[in-house]
């Protein structure tokens, strides 16, 4: 045949096509090399009819084998998560009742003495005993340079008062800013002319921290990102006898698009400000740029020499990389911040049916644990745990 059709292609004549082959009378040996099967009649059991005849490929290695079943399946699972690996963020308000929020479909802010005890109490009951506090700070309160942030009887101060007297080996974690507390919606303090004061806002930071600590915190948790913060925040615990208190720092915390709903939970959206004042309209000046990698092993290496404890990573998912950097260049633990955002869009995606909102959560949890934290503040926590806890053993 290949005689012929050189011939008339010398000729000038146009080949005939050969005729085409049935699908089921083929038999695929190699990528290049199909051959005619001699049909019999005889169907192959268990495969769909066309599935195509090959020999057994000599493979010396077959990852599958690895996979065949859940057993094997679970013995070589590499990630392992639990409930003790959360840590269950809490908007508190100062009133009695729970004031759901829009952007956060099944989040509320919380009663500081109903609402909040009984949440807690329910993730305790299904393994979570790690929650971070987030006071919602009533505008009247609020100055531009934020010293509600530590006043004694602020309401972030008696909310761990509260739970520490309630649940008194409940690991209590604050978070250190003046956000919550500015008029101005900044974490730091502004100067008329818009520069975010570093070493002022340090100052008041130092004091924010210590009076958690005396109310009873047993981790101040600084997610301002100011220079040198993490290393005065331990000085002043140290001198007030808080040595036992320690640090999660927020080490690399990017200025993203993903908090959205966390602000409007707390009001804390940068505001204009009067006419002789100028407020940045964002926190690029002092949140990390989400085009930066390296940046990020900078502030590591800083927040571990000043004596952070545990260093987190904000947001979670967008930055799976930033967390193996963190994990595979510090010894210290790492934590992950699964954030507002991202729980928006999940249950979002889940309300329209999407996707499965169970399955699409436990995997992006198992991925922040796989990415190297230790620990992941989620706002799933409760309901993560439950799932878990359904699944089991099946669950990892």
């Known amino acids: 045949m290949a005689a012929q059709l050189q011939t008339m292609a010398l000729a000038g004549a146009k080949p ?135 006043n004694p009887n602020g309401l972030a101060q008696r909310t761990i008062s509260l739970l520490k007297d309630k649940f008194p080996d409940l690991e209590v974690y604050t978070d250190v800013a003046l956000d919550p507390y500015n008029s101005d919606g900044h974490d730091g303090i502004v100067s008329d002319e818009g520069v975010i004061l570093n070493d002022e ?59 959205g709903p966390f602000r409007d939970a707390l009001a804390s959206v940068p505001k204009a400000g009067q006419a002789h004042r100028r407020i940045p309209p964002n926190k690029k000046t002092y949140q990390q740029d989400p085009a930066n990698f390296r940046e990020a092993l900078r502030e590591a290496r800083l927040d571990e020499l000043e004596g952070a404890d545990i260093m987190m990573v904000k947001p979670g998912l967008p930055y799976l990389d930033v967390i193996r950097l963190l994990r595979d260049n510090s010894p210290l633990p790492i934590a ?29 949890l198992l991925c922040l644990k796989r990415a190297g934290s230790d620990l992941i503040l989620t706002y799933s926590a409760t309901e993560a745990a439950k799932w878990m806890a359904e699944d089991s053993p099946s669950w990892r």
């Open 336 to 364: 992950a911040y699964h954030v507002s955002g991202e729980y928006a869009m999940l249950k979002a995606a889940a309300e329209r049916g999407w996707l499965n909102e169970k399955d699409a959560v436990l995997e992006a």
């Open 16 to 150: 005939v096509a050969a005729p085409r082959r049935a699908r089921s009378q083929l038999r695929v040996s190699a990528v290049a090399d199909v051959e005619r099967v001699q049909t019999n009649g005889n169907v192959r059991r268990g495969v769909p009819e066309g599935t195509p005849v090959v020999p057994v490929r000599d493979l010396p290695s077959r990852p599958r084998r690895n996979r065949k079943s859940e057993t094997v399946r679970r013995a070589f699972s590499e990630t392992v998560v639990h409930p003790a690996n959360f840590i269950m963020p809490v908007f508190v308000h100062d009133g009695d009742k729970n004031i759901p929020i829009d952007s956060m479909p099944g989040v509320s802010r919380l009663g500081w003495k109903n609402g909040l005890v009984d949440a807690v109490a329910e993730a305790r009951s299904v393994g979570v005993n790690q929650v971070v506090i987030f006071p919602k700070t009533p505008e009247e309160l609020k100055t531009s340079t934020a010293e509600e942030a530590f």
């Open 201 to 259: 806002t340090i100052e008041y930071l130092c004091r924010q921290a210590v009076s958690q600590a005396r109310a009873g915190a047993d981790c101040v948790s600084p997610s301002d990102m100011m220079d040198g913060r993490v290393s005065a925040i331990r000085q002043a615990l140290d001198s007030e006898g808080f040595t036992n208190v320690s640090i999660m720092a927020y080490t690399a915390k990017y200025a993203s698009a993903f908090y």
